[in-house]
Structure formats: C-alpha cells, structure tokens
C-alpha cells in the first residue's frame, strides 16, 4: 500500500558504541521508513534499545558474511541498503550485490581518510583495504556529514554528482536551554573519546591557564590516552580543579551540559591524517545554550559560528585556546548572548 513504511536495512559495524549516538537518534527519529539493524557486536543495548537488531556470527568480521542475514533478506523485502561509515559499508556489500538494492552511505569522520592513509594497513582494516574501492563504486548515494568530508571524497575521486551534504541534527527535545547563572565555581567542559583526533591535551593545557578553585574543569569519555592526560593534569598541577567523569549515558551529558559555561572543542588533524568532521557534541552544547571555543577543523567552522556562537581558533594553538576561553571566563553577558544564539542556531 502506498501508506505502508518504506523498509530499509542498516548496516554499522557495531550497535552501539557510546561515541555514535548519533547512529541512534536518527534510526528513532525516523517517520518515513522502518529499519531493522545488521551488525558484528552488540554493546550498550540498555543505553540504546531498539527493537529490530541482528548479530552475525563471529566470522563474519574476516568474512563479510552471515547466513542469518541472508536469511533475513530473503524472508523481507528491504527497498534500501543504508551504511554507516565507509567501514560499515564493507559489511553491506553481499548483501546490496545478492538483493541488487539502492546503496546509501553515510560518512562520519575517520572513515574518509581512512581510505588513504596508512592506518588502513592494520590487520584489522584489511577487509576495508580489499573492498573500499567496491563500496565508492557500487554506492547510490554517499552523505557526507560536512563539507569537508565532500571535498575530501571529491578529491579522491568520488564523482561529485554521487555526493550530497547531510548534516547529523540535534533533538532539542533532549536539549534545555542552561538555567540563569548561580553562585558557584565557573565549569569548563570537555566530551569526547580520549584519541588524538579530539585534541584533549591542547584543551587541558589551555584551562590550566585558568585553573583555580572558581574555575573547574570536566573531562567526559575515556579511551587509549587516558594514562597520557592524566599524566599531564598532574605535570601541570592541577589534579585538585579536574574531574575525570568517565563515561556518561548520553541523557546524563544533556543533564551535565546544563551545569556547564563553556564548552572546549580543539578536534586536530592526527600526524597519519585521522581527522572529525562535525562534532556533534559541540551541536549538543549549543542546543543547551553552552557557547563553545573549537578548533578551524573538519565541519567545526559549520557549527560554531565565530565571534556570534562562540570561537573559533587554529588547530593545536594553545595560546589562542587559552584567550578565548579567557574572554568567556571573565564576561557572563557574552557567555549569555552567545549562548541564546548557539541555541538558536
């Protein structure tokens, strides 16, 4: 019936690490179509509960195939394949080629160079290696989460005419405009996956320029450079004014964004060419009327706006990082007016 919900197979190699929210949010929100989810591994199934997800066998990492999926693609006719990531994609393959179904994907941030630099050696990433190329070929359409992403692809080869912008939203829903300031320390906060990528240290190093009693610090996520920053909050002596958080659920960020005055951003481009394209965090902040200082990188210039959202300063400028934080710190009318505009944006 022409009422009757388009059906469409998702594809992500994982469902769901805590870093990819963003993957949830647009399969709940979604009106015009059901979805049903394919995957190696499941993890945090109680943070993200979704009712139709598929699990393949353990070999299907090196294999790309799952005879349960199969299966499930012969029992159901799927009117769309849509991937998250270029390393999803991979997964998808068989099956688009098997069903001969329009081919969507997504493309999020390290996927892109990922096709290039060296990283893809790894023995993880060999199947990515072996059939990355196959996936730009046979693809429909590719979305691409900032302009940066696009021009990225473009220059690799990818015809532009296949390529379209598609920016990740914000819910405002989850989102409440931080309440009027109180008595209390001012709080400085940071979100992200502890990798390179998130420029952490440079954001460590520019609050130390601030730090004291009146001026608090929160670092949310956690991952392979735990040890390194906290290393350094020591080195630098300020162990007493920074909480490593761990961890949150993502409606305990939103709650926790409502606490926050500022929101530090300094994404870089790694020495092997990882890079973000648009942090969604820093869009979280803004719907909390958090005004956000980032770095000129990946999508962040689409998202913050200078000088009217918040600030925007060079990748690993330490300095630059510290000023405009500073300008922040010290006046609560342009933390305010900034505030209300990043919520409106």
């Known amino acids: 019936p022409a009422t009757a919900p388009r059906q469409t197979a998702v594809f992500n190699t994982n469902f769901l690490p805590y870093s990819q929210t963003f993957v949830y949010e647009q399969l709940v929100n979604h009106v015009r179509y059901e979805a049903e989810v394919f995957c190696w591994r499941t993890e945090n199934l109680d943070w993200f509960p979704f009712p139709n997800v598929h699990q393949a066998n353990l070999a299907y990492g090196a294999t790309r195939r799952s005879p349960a999926f199969f299966k499930r693609f012969r029992e159901k006719q799927f009117d769309l394949v849509h991937a998250h990531f270029a390393t999803g994609a991979i997964y998808a393959l068989p099956y688009v080629k098997r069903a001969r179904l329009p081919f969507v994907v997504t493309f999020h941030g390290y ?168 942090l969604i965090v820093a869009k979280e902040a803004a719907a909390s009327g958090v005004p956000a200082v980032g770095s000129v990188h990946g999508g962040i210039p689409e998202i913050i706006d200078e000088g009217e959202t918040g600030f925007l300063v060079q990748e690993r400028d330490v300095d630059g990082l510290a000023n405009r934080l500073g300008e922040l710190l010290t006046d609560q009318a342009l933390r305010e007016r900034m505030g209300v505009a990043a919520r409106a944006k």
């Open 111 to 278: 996927d892109v160079p990922l096709l290039w630099n060296t990283r893809r050696f790894h023995p993880f990433y060999w199947p990515f290696l072996l059939h990355s190329r196959e996936v730009l070929e046979r693809m429909t359409l590719g979305l691409c989460a900032s302009n940066d992403l696009k021009e990225l692809l473009i220059s690799y080869g990818v015809p532009e005419e296949k390529l379209r912008i598609h920016r990740l939203g914000i819910d405002l829903s989850r989102f409440q405009m931080k309440p009027p300031r109180e008595d209390g320390p001012l709080r400085v906060c940071v979100i992200g996956r502890f990798c390179e990528q998130k420029g952490i240290e440079y954001a460590i190093r520019a609050y130390a320029r601030h730090a004291s009693e009146d001026v608090r610090l929160d670092i949310i996520g956690d991952g392979e450079l735990d040890a390194e920053l906290q290393a350094l909050v020591d080195r630098l002596g300020i162990r007493e004014f920074v909480s490593f958080l761990g961890v949150l659920k993502p409606e305990q960020v939103a709650e926790h964004l409502r606490t926050c005055d500022v929101l530090l951003a300094p994404s870089v481009v790694t020495r092997i060419g990882e890079r973000e394209s648009g």
